[in-house]
Structure formats: C-alpha cells, structure tokens
C-alpha cells in the first residue's frame, strides 16, 4: 500500500469522492492508432453536453495529448502541472463547445508516459480531490495497450473499442481485448464500428472481430454503432471543430447522437464499482500492483 509519503492517503481520498456517486465512466480506446478514438469520445461527449449532462474528457494520451488541438482550444497548463503540484486538476479544466469540460494532457514528453508508480498515483490523487461536479466522464486513452491504456480501461465501468475495417485495425483491437480479459478480468466490450460505408459493412466487420473472440476468449462483445464514412467529419477536424457541431444534420453526426443518446442509458452498477471513487480505487490498485511487480524485478 502506498503511504501518506507518496502523496496520497487512499481512504480520505475516497471519501473526499463519495459526493461524486453516480458519475459514468467510459474509456474509448482501439488498439491501433488512426481509427478515429479522439473523434469519436469528443463528437459522443459534446452530444451528451448538448443533451444536458455535465461531461468531462480527460486526454489519456499523456504522452501525444490532442483532444485540446481538435477543438482549437487554448491551454495554458495541462496534467503534468498536476502532477508537478503546481495547480489541481480543477485548475487545468477548460471549456469546450457545449460546455464540456477538457482535462488536457501534454505533448512530446517522454516523462508524462513513463510515470513511476508515485507519479501514477499523483494522478489519481488529482481525481480524489477534484471538486466540479460532472456527470460522465469519458476517458481517451493513447494507442496501444501499454500500462497507462490497460488501467484507464479496466477501471472504467464501459469499455467503448474503436474499430475501422482494416486488418491491423482487427487485429489490434483483439489483442487489446485478449490481454483485458486474459490477464484483467474484463470480459465485456461495447464495439463501435468506425469510418464504415454501410450498417452491413459495420456488422460484418463486428462480426470478423467475434468470430476470432467467440472462438479463443472468454469474452462478450457488443456492438453499439456503426459510424458512416463521411467526409463533413475531415472538413471539421480542418476547422478544429467536431462534426456534430459544424455539420449537425451529416450522416455521421446523426450517427455520434445516436450513440452518444445510447450511451448516456447505459446503467451505472448499484455496487460501489459503479462510482467515479471505484474508478480511483481501481487505478490506486493497478499502480500498486505495477509497483510490487518493479520490486520484485
């Protein structure tokens, strides 16, 4: 267990996040880069902001941080100055279309994606301590399936995995799933199809990815959209803006409420997994079993 020295002490940090009951908590991943995860978790929360929930997004990708970029936001200080104590988190949040709130990573820095385990827990302490009030909060974790992916994922209540039709992009996504349910005990994926030309192109690529999960994982997968291919989405990501709100009648902006309208249904547990504090205990207990693995090395 982590000690008051490193900076946080779990039980008062839980408490402090009893008030924030009831806070959904999705992670939007992929596996492989480039299939559009970031468009994805903005275009979804800025359509639930737009439907009346307090959403937040945090840039899980500490180390090539591009959630502000998307949207033309202007930031003076992101989560390494969190970690460094210089502010909170609450500090850091900025404001983005529809009212959501944007916790912003950094860019191009070797450290924020090499956190030791006190560093790790730093983070989480920022979480313990935060005081705006959010309904969900959407998780955008970096590309692959290093250490910080896995434990935003397996500490979120939904798992959303991001897939385009493309061999590495299945492939990518199934050894994401294979390693979250092999080796973390997550068994169940919502699947979105993205980037896609029809709904039977979306279904038959779900259906590529669980014919492979249903033949060697234990493993259930759902699949909760299929996105369309459409090009309003490029013209809006040129204008730093997100589709829903540059072309809000475009197929693919049809397609980010729909699911984003779905999403908000999905229920929260009645057990204390269900809550944003089961979230921090989550991520407190994957750095401290990352921690032991490190001494015992």
């Known amino acids: 267990m982590y000690s008051k020295n490193n900076g946080f002490d779990q039980a008062s940090g839980l408490r402090m996040m009893q008030q924030k009951n009831n806070v959904k908590v999705i992670a939007v991943t992929g596996g492989k880069g480039g299939v559009g995860k970031t468009n994805v978790t903005l275009n979804m929360g800025i359509a639930m902001a737009a439907q009346g929930k307090r959403v937040m997004v945090l840039d899980a990708d500490l180390g090539l941080a591009n959630v502000d970029v998307l949207l033309g936001l202007r930031v003076t200080k992101n989560l390494s100055h969190v970690l460094s104590g210089e502010c909170t988190l609450d500090e850091v949040l900025v404001e983005g279309p529809n009212g959501i709130l944007i916790a912003p990573a950094t860019s191009g820095t070797q450290s924020m994606v090499e956190l030791s385990p006190a560093e790790h827990v730093g983070l989480i302490r920022a979480f313990s301590s935060m005081k705006t009030p959010i309904d969900i909060l959407l998780v955008d974790t970096a590309a692959g399936i290093s250490d910080m992916v ?58 590529k990815l669980t014919r492979v999960t249903d033949r060697f994982l234990d493993a259930t997968l759902e699949l909760v959209s299929c996105i369309p291919y459409d090009n309003n989405v490029r013209l809006a990501v040129r204008k730093q803006r997100v589709v829903v709100e540059a072309y809000p009648k475009s197929p693919a902006s049809l397609a980010f409420r729909s699911l984003a309208s779905k999403a908000s249904t999905w229920p929260i547990p009645e057990q204390a997994g269900g809550h944003l504090e ?10 401290q079993r990352k921690n032991r693995e490190q001494l015992s090395e």
């Open 150 to 207: 896995l434990s935003f994922a397996k500490a979120s209540q939904d798992i959303l995995v991001v897939v385009c039709d493309e061999p590495t992009s299945i492939t990518d996504a199934y050894a994401l799933i294979k390693l979250l349910s092999n080796q973390h005990g997550v068994y169940k994926f919502k699947i979105v199809a993205n980037m896609v030309r029809s709904l039977r192109e979306g279904q038959e690529l779900f259906a």
């Open 278 to 287: 089961f979230f921090i205990e989550n991520l407190l207990e994957f750095g």
